[in-house]
């Protein structure tokens, strides 16, 4: 690859964000050499990255773009076990496309893995999906059977998020039976743990006793990793929880907490408050509950603020840079005109030498010529430097405003989050299966309400939602959740747009309770059809369809129905049109007056 080839610039621009540490000395093998940086990323993810960005540092000095994408994929490791996401991702996503590029299908394979395993834990289930798969793709060409075999497991692992429980079993069981039957009996852990996650889910007690019982005949080397025992410790607490044994679970999650705390996974932590949480409201000690659960929420704002940190920082240090961009540039210019001046004395002595009075008159006139366009260079740099100043002030209060913007937005999805939290600590205490209905519905809404705050921090305009994506998530998430052996098929035509807040909310509202609706009550069970949505402008107005082609409704049964009447409530707040037929199914359609300008994502 040329060496100033535009992925080359990249990594070099990632030199400013790697300032010099002082680290304990360490021998040039031990420092420079990329195995002993992966160890080091495994067992001490803290101090990985400091040494990697050392390291890092290093590779860009050498202009080695290969060795400055396997640095980067380290680094996104080390930040993916701390719990620092958007870094993983940053890092990962600077290694892609040297490998790509190189067609290097081991390490395509690996950063593949390794970014859907990030969105997975932001919970963008779609995005990890895809990733996971271009990994299987990518590890079948290898002809890698671990590799395969994990990729199933994390496809397993995001499909079990979207309750697509048989393709979620199915996935785990090849996964396992790919170790099992090629000697790889210390790599089974990954598969029987979220196997057996899955059991319990299922409340399928028996066989998780079971899978547990062939997790701990494992050869050591399967949970030789803090992640893995800490994931066993949680599932076998979890067993007990669900078995009667509470007292011995809180035993064991404490345990796990112990060791990602030890070891600073934040994300693990803030996995283990959530499990002591939940263990100590079974315990009826609802004081602790509420306590872990808001250290939970706490690591996720902690982490938010680390990241504003940084990107302060880096503002910053372009700022003190630019200002010494600016110095240079100026005293470049004062040593020119020094150089031209001394050049035009030394014109004017030969020029004396040969007439006097000629001679006064240049000197007249280049000393009036000097000092007007003096006055000028100066009157122009003064006007710039101003018109700068002014710039850069706009800049970094429009910038400010972006950040204390999204601030805002993280803050009230992690709300919105914590009250989802409670309402299910509350509905697992209940045995009403009816009051258990209506809080599951609270919760979605709840969730749609959540999904718009966070596309409003995570996009690159904190005012406004991209519809589209936001639509199409709804769809997937309700499309999972609908009725047991339904085979029905849902479908989208939603036009790129950018919606502000006052729209996109009561829209997504609208969307979850027609989706939720049909996909619980259009069709018998067995019985195959279509539910879909699509959203488009229609000259000053958007036009917003969902619709089905079940077995109908009839007209009267929606008057006293709570969904119904928040709908009614949405729209006329938007002052919307609804009309609604039963003709070969259900068709609701909307006619949505909008005042603002129509954009495009």
């Keep these: 690859m040329p060496k100033h080839s535009p992925l080359y610039l990249l990594f070099l621009l990632l030199s400013v964000q790697l300032p010099a540490q ?37 590779a860009l000095k050498e202009r080695n773009i290969e060795w400055c994408a396997d640095i980067s994929a380290r680094l996104s490791v080390a930040y993916d076990l701390l719990g620092y996401k958007d870094s993983a991702a940053y890092f990962a996503l600077r290694a892609l496309p040297v490998y790509e590029t190189l067609e290097d299908l081991a390490d395509m394979a690996f950063v593949y893995n390794g970014l859907g395993l990030i969105y997975y834990s932001q919970k963008q289930y779609p995005l990890a999906i895809s990733y996971h798969k271009r990994s299987l793709d990518t590890e079948i060409q290898l ?51 979220n196997l057996l996650n899955m059991y319990l889910r299922l409340k399928e007690y028996d066989r998780a006793r079971t899978i547990m019982n062939e997790l701990k005949k494992l050869p050591p080397k399967g949970l030789e990793l803090p992640e893995d025992r800490i994931m066993q410790l949680n599932l076998e607490a979890s067993l007990l929880l669900n078995t009667g044994q509470p007292q011995a679970a809180l035993a064991l999650h404490r345990k796990a907490t112990a060791l990602a705390e030890q070891f600073r996974m934040r994300e693990k932590m803030r996995e283990c408050y959530e499990k002591l949480a939940e263990n100590h409201a079974r315990l009826q000690r609802y004081d602790s509950a509420y306590h872990y659960l808001f250290k939970s929420t706490g690591i996720g704002d902690s982490l938010y603020n680390v990241q504003l940190a940084a990107q302060v920082n880096d503002l910053s240090l372009q700022y003190e840079t630019e200002k010494k961009d600016r110095a240079l540039a100026e005293l470049r210019v004062r040593n020119l005109q020094d150089i031209q001046k001394q050049r035009l004395q030394d014109e004017e002595l030969r020029e ?47 910038q400010h405003r972006e950040i204390l913007l999204g601030e805002v937005h993280h803050r009230v999805k992690n709300n919105l989050q914590l009250v989802v939290s409670i309402l299910q600590l509350q509905a697992r205490s209940l045995d009403d299966e009816k009051v258990r209905s209506v809080l599951d519905d609270c919760i979605h809404r709840i969730h749609t309400m959540g999904r718009i705050h966070r596309q409003l921090y995570t996009g690159d305009n904190p005012e406004t939602v991209a519809i589209r994506p936001f639509i199409q998530e709804i769809a997937e998430v309700l499309g999972e959740n609908g009725k047991p052996g339904a085979p029905v098929r849902f479908e989208s035509d939603i036009e790129a747009l950018q919606l502000p807040l006052e729209y996109a909310v009561p829209l997504g509202l609208i969307i979850n309770e027609l989706l939720t609706n049909a996909a619980k009550y259009a069709f018998d069970d067995n019985t195959a059809g279509t539910i879909g949505v699509s959203l488009h402008r229609d000259g000053e107005q958007l036009r917003l369809s969902v619709y089905d082609n079940g077995k109908g409704m009839d007209p009267g049964s929606t008057g006293d129905s709570f969904g119904f009447r928040l709908i009614g409530s949405m729209v006329r707040q938007i002052g919307a049109e609804w009309n609604t037929g039963y003709s070969g199914g259900t068709r609701h359609i909307f006619f949505i007056p909008f005042t603002g300008q129509f954009k495009t994502t």
């Design 22 to 58: 002082d680290l304990p000395e360490l021998s040039p093998e031990a420092l420079y050499h990329n195995d002993s940086l992966w160890n080091m990323t495994l067992e001490n993810p803290p101090l990985a990255v400091p040494y990697g960005k050392q390291l890092l540092s290093r």
């Design 143 to 193: 002809k890698n059977l671990e590799g395969v075999a994990s990729s199933m497991v994390n496809l397993g692992i995001c499909y079990a998020y979207l309750d697509s429980t048989e393709r979620t079993i199915r996935y785990y069981l090849q996964a396992d039976s790919i170790y099992r039957n090629n000697g790889m009996e210390q790599m089974r852990s990954g598969a029987l743990s």
């Design 352 to 398: 004396k030498k040969l007439q006097i009075y000629i001679l006064g008159l240049l000197i007249f006139i280049a000393s009036g010529t000097v000092l007007a366009l003096a006055y000028i260079v100066r009157t122009n740099r003064r006007n710039n430097r101003l018109l700068q100043e002014k710039n850069r002030l706009i800049e970094e209060n429009l």
